[in-house]
């Protein structure tokens, strides 16, 4: 099947929100405040657990310009709430628990920022500590899944296809590894920030949140307040990155909530960078065991993939790292298992790129590892085992063009000359390594709606409540319409971010253009139909409209998953398993006698359906490199255990990539590709499929520069020098 | 609150309220504001110049880069009443007053430089210095010099790529706005 | 942030004046995040920030001259300290990022605070630690400590000092020149900072209250024309250093007549490897020398356990520094 003709989708045109980020005019949450508007700052506990014996107010009710201390029994009971869209169904300051390092224990709100900050660190807490779940320490589980358990655990947690045991022992080759990632951060640049406001004697709730979803705080909130939805009315029309973290609803956005409706007054909660360690969630720890057998010829003959992730002791978040081995290589048996390991941490959340991005550094680690143990190149051990239809499942792929990725991949990078052995390549005294891995990501899509307006000035106005957290969402999603409508894209306009437009899922799992973009495409087709009933001929229909003195003529959309379901991943119902894939190269220099590792260039290549927009698909593919590189060689958030506090919560002591750290030779391209069975439109998600593969790609290189096999994230000095 | 501190020559009036004379994008004004308001604060909090992000409140991220007297600095670690007599500059201040965007705001557009827009301001503004300065000459200078602004979606390659343009773009029509010179000089 | 008292200084005599009860703020890049931390709780700060005496590099007839407001960006791109000293020129423009060199300043620098991150911590203080409460224990002993100290520490404190000026500063024979209110002294960089060794109390440096920095000289030397400065960081920039190291040499014919190693974030203080120039001095220059002399050296280390990697490392800046001060034109 091929693509329709398009006017819109696939043309590379500059973000139409563009010059409201560069001339500083684009408002994110907190950055419009009402007249009377408190600050609230958080006061965190310097415990991980036990119960609050007693709080002293007293010396930060005393700072000038400080109005409350707020304490556990200041705040109304709440009812439970769903988990998701909440992260966790422990809310901080209910009672005299304390379950985590950094869990509020009071919030002091004053009438200044200075005041408020000033105040908080001289509340004091007594605490009758007890002895915390360390996080080495703890024993795997089971997550709590289906009716007993939360949204978490959204898939199977154990497969099993095949005789593994045949196919081990009659292997000619055999990996056995294990491999760690750690537990690491989002650090978006934009804190979560909520302002909240009761209007209409309290009646009516509005907030102005740094959300993902401002639907799913609406329901959150809703749900602890026991107040109808409608009620609620969440609003950001900027997102300043989230990456997941601000994808649920997090204490601070209830306790904001609360405290305005206890004080009487607006109030603003800036969670802070040291708030967004223990407040935001962060991608857990992954402990993961791989096994990989394989015949002469390199086919595999039998995968085991295990994992236990780190989560809080109140929830069952599920890291679903053996995602990708599941789908990744045909094998004859293929045998996952999924457990967690609860300790007194803050919960843990989907991070970019969750589940696959943890895998895959164990899985593309094991891979390279047996291609070694084979002496055999690295990719043609991949294509060996190319999978045509799902192990797993054994459905058909609903598009996969991923033998494309890899040839042109491997041609513009120079595959072909790699030197099996490694220590082959140096330049002065660096080590040079050439390394490649696969990406692979799971299909998420959400049921979605929205509305597309013709005006009678001819411009075209798309409502639907997702969010633009930078990928393009003011940009892309007209494109969609433009095609439709035959309209240029400049000349339609999106408005987002807002309960009170059209409900769409939250903007995560690299789902809303797919998920959003079929709502409007359908929005549109109806509107098509409006018009062309008033007029075939486009040209006419704002005249058609002025003539019979109509401002503006409307129609809803609405797109969902198979099956009608609100959410599913992998194809869900549709027949078909559902993935995006892609292939990458780098090349790395290592200085061994420093112990330091770095990216001099990369190439990727991918296969993810209709690309609707290639230079903000480009921009988001290079972001997802980058955050490879951070997670194989900088990010991680070491804990004390002692303590169950992470060692620093800011961005001095930890280390994000930064643009010294990234070579533009950042080679991306995508594969000519229209995805019939994913969404309308042939799209499917691109944001987090870059992100994975390429720790593992920077691991492999490292071992081919160095002969040094890394298995534990990120790179150490220590693991290179010498 | 005043302590005084008698000295030999003068008088050191040590005060909790400052007064503060500072112009700001063009507009000067008079001050009265605790001594321990951030420069940051004081544009967010204060004046409504909310386009200067707060990132980090330690120096250690860039989304509140201005510029004081032409040098890029972090408001976050600039106190208001250290800009007494000075000139601040914030990304509000770089477009044209009839709304035309600096070469570098228009080469971040050109270049997809930006995703979520958040450290966008401090990039920008930084940016601007690095030009003015004299850094952006070739891809690795400008890495270098810019990398005191993270950007978490990590458009790193499109902004040295946009800088590295808008630096072509400024020294081809020299009359460009934003093409400060460094104010000390190195004598 | 808790609210002070502020007062801008207008000339020099009014700082030394009240140097003794007022914190001192040059750039701030440090201070604020003290006060923010709640390292720092003054009653009074004295902005020092406009005293243009103390800003600005010149050369007089055997040193350079940097006043002490100086920021490591006019410092480091200064062309008299680019070609005499590069060295500290190089170490300046490692350090922080372009904004933050743009205020801090070299005097400030000099006096940052260690980045250990148990002291670092926001208030109330989850954890021991004897900087921030005396004699309430060092966390970082035995706990994360892989980026702290191999020489000079104690069990009451085991933090490094992280500026990399100073570690050129003192590769180079620098000294500090201070004043308060009674005169004025000098004092050598290599003698400026206090490991635990050196002091019970934890006093980070020689500077007594009251005391202000007014400049630095850098002896004019073959020496210091011959000079580099190393820094390993897993982040290519905008990071501290996990070890540097500032080498100095006068070759005459390929022979080594003096030899300069500094190494920084390694102790409390740039830490010289007198034993290694000593070693150096008189043999022709060869990597493998230096491998051995700055080898002899490092056995005086005494690794926190995980900070084995820390002298490896320590060793191969020193001696890779020693290497481009060899090859510099």
Not at chain 1, 74 to 102: N, T
Not at chain 1, 216 to 235: F, K
Not at chain 1, 666 to 692: C, M, N, Q, R, W
Not at chain 3, 75 to 97: D, M, T
Request: aromatic share 6%.
């Amino acid at each position: 099947m091929s693509p329709p003709d398009t006017i819109g989708i696939g043309a590379p045109i500059p973000r139409h929100d563009g010059r409201a980020k560069v001339t500083g005019a684009a408002t994110y949450a907190g950055e419009e405040v009402p007249a009377g508007t408190l600050h609230a700052v958080l006061v965190p506990a310097t415990i991980a657990a036990g119960r609050i014996v007693s709080i002293d107010t007293t010396a930060a009710a005393r700072i000038p310009g400080v109005v409350r201390v707020l304490v556990a029994g200041d705040f109304p009971a709440l009812k439970p709430a769903p988990v998701p869209p909440v992260a966790g169904s422990f809310v901080p300051l209910q009672d005299d628990r304390v379950r985590y390092e950094g869990q509020p224990v009071a919030v002091v709100l004053a009438e200044s920022l200075e005041a408020a900050e000033a105040a908080a660190p001289l509340v004091r807490a007594s605490y009758n500590r007890a002895d915390p779940a360390i996080p080495s320490h703890a024993a795997d589980v089971r997550p709590k899944a289906g009716h007993e358990g939360n949204g978490y655990a959204f898939a199977e947690l154990d497969t099993a296809v095949g005789d593994f045991e045949q196919g081990w022992t009659a292997a000619r080759a055999r990996v056995d590894q294990r491999y760690r990632t750690p537990s690491r951060h989002h650090n978006p640049m934009e804190p979560s920030a909520t302002l909240a406001e009761w209007r209409s004697g309290g009646a009516e709730l509005y907030v102005h949140d740094a959300t993902q979803w401002t639907y799913g705080v609406r329901y959150g909130l809703a749900a602890m307040l026991d107040l109808p939805p409608g009620q609620i009315h969440v609003r950001c029309p900027y997102t300043g990155g989230g990456f997941g973290s601000k994808g649920y609803v997090w204490p601070h956005q209830i306790l904001a909530v609360l405290a305005a409706k206890v004080a009487g007054r607006p109030v603003k909660l800036v969670l802070g960078r040291a708030g967004m360690y223990t407040g935001a969630g962060f991608q857990p720890a992954v402990e993961q065991r791989l096994r990989l057998a394989a015949a002469a010829d390199g086919r595999l003959t039998a995968v085991a993939h295990e994992t236990s992730s780190l989560s809080s002791v109140s929830e069952d978040y599920v890291e679903f790292a053996a995602a990708a081995t599941r789908t990744l290589y045909a094998s004859p048996a293929v045998h996952t298992q999924t457990r967690i390991r609860h300790a007194n941490v803050g919960t843990p959340t989907a991070m970019r790129a969750p589940h696959e991005g943890p895998g895959m550094f164990a899985l593309e680690s094991a891979m390279d590892e047996l291609a070694w143990e084979l002496r055999m190149d690295p990719l043609a051990l991949r294509l060996a085992n190319y999978a045509r239809t799902d192990p797993t499942d054994g459905r058909p792929f609903s598009s996969k063009k991923l033998r494309e990725a890899y040839e042109e991949g491997a041609r513009r990078f120079g595959w072909a000359k790699r030197p099996l052995e490694p220590r082959q390549l140096s330049d002065g005294r660096a080590r040079v390594g050439w390394g490649m891995a696969s990406c692979i990501m799971s299909t998420f899509r959400f049921a979605a709606t929205a509305r597309a307006t013709f005006g009678v000035d001819g411009t075209v106005t798309l409502a639907a409540g997702c969010q633009e957290i930078g990928t393009g969402a003011y940009t892309v999603l007209p494109q969609v319409a433009a095609d439709v409508l035959g309209i240029p894209p400049e000349r339609i306009r999106l408005m987002l971010g807002d309960t009170s437009l059209p409900e769409t899922g939250g903007t995560f799992g690299s789902s809303t253009t797919l998920s959003v973009g079929s709502a409007i495409k359908d929005a549109a087709e109806r509107l098509r139909a409006k018009l062309e009933e008033l007029t075939p001929d486009r040209q006419g229909w704002a005249a058609a409209l002025a003539d019979r003195g109509w401002k503006e003529i409307s129609a809803d959309g609405v797109w969902k998953p198979h099956g009608d379901v609100a959410f599913d991943a992998t194809g869900g119902s549709s027949g078909y398993s559902m993935h995006t894939f892609g292939a990458v190269f780098v090349e790395v220099a290592v200085d061994e006698a420093l112990g330091l590792v770095r990216l001099r260039r990369a190439v990727g290549g991918y296969s993810a359906g209709r690309i609707v927009n290639p230079r903000t698909a480009h921009s988001q593919m290079v972001g997802g490199i980058v955050w490879g590189y951070g997670q194989a060689v900088l990010e991680h958030s070491p804990m004390d255990e002692r303590y169950g506090r992470y060692l620093s919560k800011n961005l001095s002591g930890v280390m994000l990539p930064v643009n010294a750290d990234i070579p533009s030779a950042i080679d991306v391209f995508f594969v000519d590709e229209y995805d019939p069975h994913a969404s309308a439109i042939g799209a499917k998600g691109v944001g987090e499929l870059g992100a994975t593969g390429v720790a593992a790609a920077i691991t492999n290189a490292v071992w081919h520069a160095t002969g040094k096999r890394i298995r534990r994230l990120p790179i150490q000095i220590g693991d290179l020098v010498g | 609150m005043t302590q005084i501190i008698p000295t030999s020559t003068t008088t050191l009036r040590f005060e909790r309220l400052v007064d503060t004379r500072v112009t700001i994008n063009d507009r000067a004004m008079t001050l009265r504001l605790e001594a321990r308001v951030s420069l940051l604060d004081l544009l967010r909090e204060r004046l409504g110049l909310t386009g200067t992000k707060k990132g980090c409140n330690e120096g250690a991220c860039g989304a509140c880069t201005v510029l004081v007297d032409g040098e890029r600095v972090n408001a976050c670690l600039t106190l208001a009443a250290s800009c007494d007599g000075q000139h601040v500059t914030t990304v509000e201040g770089l477009a044209s007053p009839g709304g035309a965007l600096h070469p570098v705001q228009q080469a971040f557009i050109d270049h997809d430089a930006f995703q979520c827009g958040y450290c966008t301001a401090g990039q920008v503004v930084s940016a601007v210095a690095c030009v003015a300065e004299g850094h952006a000459t070739d891809e690795a200078t400008v890495r270098e010099w810019m990398s005191g602004n993270i950007c978490r979606c990590a458009a790193y390659p499109q902004i040295t790529a946009a800088v590295l343009d808008a630096a072509n773009r400024m020294a081809r029509e020299p009359s460009a706005p934003g093409a400060t010179k460094r104010s000390v000089d190195h004598a | 942030m808790r609210d002070f008292a502020y007062a801008r200084a207008q000339q020099l005599d009014d700082t030394l004046g009240s140097t003794g009860s007022a914190t001192i703020l040059a750039g701030g890049t440090e201070l604020l995040n003290w006060l923010r931390l709640g390292i720092a709780e003054p009653e009074q700060v004295l902005d020092i920030g406009g005293l243009d005496t103390l800003r600005g590099v010149r050369r007089d007839a055997n040193a350079i001259v940097i006043g002490a407001l100086t920021t490591l960006n006019e410092v480091g791109e200064n062309p008299i300290v680019v070609s005499a000293a590069p060295a500290l020129a190089q170490a300046c423009l490692k350090a922080a990022s372009a904004q933050i060199r743009n205020r801090a300043t070299l005097g400030g620098n000099v006096l940052q605070k260690t980045r250990c991150s148990y002291f670092r911590a926001e208030e109330p203080l989850p954890w021991p630690c004897n900087k921030r409460v005396p004699g309430s224990g060092c966390s970082a002993r035995h706990g994360h400590h892989e980026r702290h100290a191999i020489l000079g520490w104690t069990d009451a404190c085991v933090a490094v000092q992280p500026s990399d000026p100073v570690v050129a500063l003192a590769c180079l024979d620098a000294v500090a020149e201070v004043a308060d209110w009674e005169g004025r002294r000098s004092i050598p960089m290599v003698e400026f900072h206090l490991t635990p060794e050196e002091s019970d109390t934890l006093a980070e440096t020689r500077l007594r209250p009251g005391e202000l920095i007014t400049g630095f000289r850098i002896p004019l030397s073959a020496l210091a024309r011959r000079s580099t400065y190393v820094k390993v960081r897993e982040r290519e920039s905008y990071e501290y250093a996990f070890v540097s190291a500032a080498a100095a040499l006068e070759l005459s014919s390929g022979t080594v007549r003096e030899a300069r190693v500094a190494l920084g974030s390694v102790a409390l203080k740039p830490w010289r490897l007198t034993a290694a120039e000593g070693a150096l001095v008189g043999q022709p220059f060869s990597a493998e020398r230096a491998r051995q002399a700055v080898g002899t050296a490092m056995a005086a280390a005494r690794p926190l356990g995980e900070t084995d990697v820390k002298v490896t490392v320590a060793t191969n800046a020193a001696v890779w520094a020693l290497e481009l001060a060899a090859a510099v034109v």
